[in-house]
């Protein structure tokens, strides 16, 4: 097939690139969800780790609050680094 036609009008370039810029595109939205959904998925996880630890901090009804003593803080959340974000590193 003769190409000079689409040379001379300076299609074949234009092709190429935007095929190469497209994969670029795909490859970066793919990485970009991969983190966004690993974001989630950490979040999922805090808010039962903290929901069980305010429930344990709780007073239970029909105590004497005299024997309470206040745990401050409650919840202090697991790291999340640039690792767990991209590799889902455990």
Same mark, same amino acid.
């Given at each position: 097939?003769?190409?000079?036609? %689409?040379?001379?009008?300076?299609? @074949? ?7 190469? =810029? @497209?994969?670029?595109? $795909? ?5 970009? $969800? ?8 950490? /979040? ?12 344990? !901090?709780?007073? /239970?009804?029909?105590? !004497? ?10 919840? !202090?959340? =697991? =790291? ?5 974000? %991209? $590799?889902?590193?455990?």
């Amino acid at each position: 097939m003769d190409h000079t036609l %689409l040379k001379m009008n300076g299609l @074949m370039n234009k092709k190429g690139q935007g095929a190469l =810029e @497209m994969t670029f595109v $795909l490859i970066i939205v793919v990485l970009l $969800l991969g983190g966004i959904l690993n974001i989630w998925l950490w /979040a999922n996880k805090q808010i039962v780790v903290r929901q069980l630890r305010y429930n344990e !901090s709780r007073v /239970a009804a029909g105590t !004497s609050a005299d024997t309470y003593t206040l745990q401050w803080p409650v919840y !202090s959340p =697991e =790291e999340l680094n640039e690792d767990k974000v %991209l $590799l889902n590193a455990p």
